[in-house]
T-cell receptor, first 112, second 114 residues
Framework: SQQGEEDPQALSIQEGENATMNCSYK?????LQWYRQNSGRGLVHLIL?????REKHSGRLRVTLDTSKKSSSLLITASRAADTASYFC????????????FGAGTRLFVKA | DGGITQSPKYLFRKEGQNVTLSCEQN?????MYWYRQDPGQGLRLIYY???????QKGDIAEGYSVSREKKESFPLTVTSAQKNPTAFYLC?????????????FGSGTRLTVV
């Protein structure tokens, strides 16, 4: 079955630096979503990008989608200690909109 | 404020016991979901419901049961048939298809077998 796989598994950076996380998937998709999870909490929706879009921005977040490479990236600019969390990509494919596949996530640690 | 409330935050289950996790939403969302999260892994779908009085099995439904008697509520029962229930359980809801609009998640219930 298709699955979003994040890379790297873990990332440690200094405050103020940019953080880039990547997601690869196996089959064609309609949409791809990025979520954030603080330790022991639920997921928070960040951005949804559709298959006909190449880039979306939200504040310090920038998401790109390359359907030819079946990959997406999440860039967090000017990172802050509060950005420390796990970040997940989620894909739907064409299997029906009620079943979304979540990857294992990238754990980001931003050092103050 | 609108949102999803999961309770309890922590739950301990003895061997052979059934336990029920609560999930309530006041977002007027039609669809609700239960996911299981194990350490270092992504979320796996247990059950989902698109409308009241209807629900569908997800990828790991064995040992779990649900009901959807009200739009606002989607409780999950972890039965004694679930042999490895220790995990973090997340409830979510969406307007229509979550893959089209995104999901709103609760804060989770951490279930531990003692």
């Amino acid at each position: 079955s298709q699955q979003g796989e994040e890379d790297p598994q873990a990332l440690s950076i200094q405050e103020g630096e940019n953080a880039t996380m990547n997601c690869s998937y196996k089959t064609s998709i309609n949409n791809l979503q990025w979520y954030r999870q603080n330790s022991g909490r639920g997921l928070v929706h960040l951005i949804l990008i559709r298959s006909n879009e190449r880039e979306k921005h939200s504040g310090r977040l920038r998401v790109t989608l390359d359907t030819s490479k079946k990959s997406s990236s999440l860039l967090i600019t000017a990172s802050r200690a509060a950005d420390t969390a796990s970040y997940f990509c989620a894909t739907d494919g064409n299997t029906g909109g009620f079943k979304t596949i979540f990857g294992a996530g990238t754990r980001l640690f931003v050092k103050a | 404020d609108g949102g999803i409330t999961q309770s309890p935050k922590y739950l301990f289950r003895k061997e052979g016991q059934n336990v029920t996790l609560s999930c309530e939403q006041n977002l007027n969302h039609d669809a609700m979901y239960w996911y299981r999260q194990d350490p270092g892994q992504g979320l796996r779908l247990i059950y989902y419901s698109q409308i009241v009085n209807d629900f569908q099995k997800g990828d790991i439904a064995e040992g779990y049961s649900v009901s959807r008697e009200k739009k606002e509520s989607f409780p999950l029962t972890v039965t004694s048939a679930q042999k490895n229930p220790t995990a973090f359980y997340l409830c979510a809801s969406s307007i229509g298809q979550g893959s089209n609009y995104g999901y709103t998640f609760g804060s989770g219930t951490r279930l531990t077998v003692v």
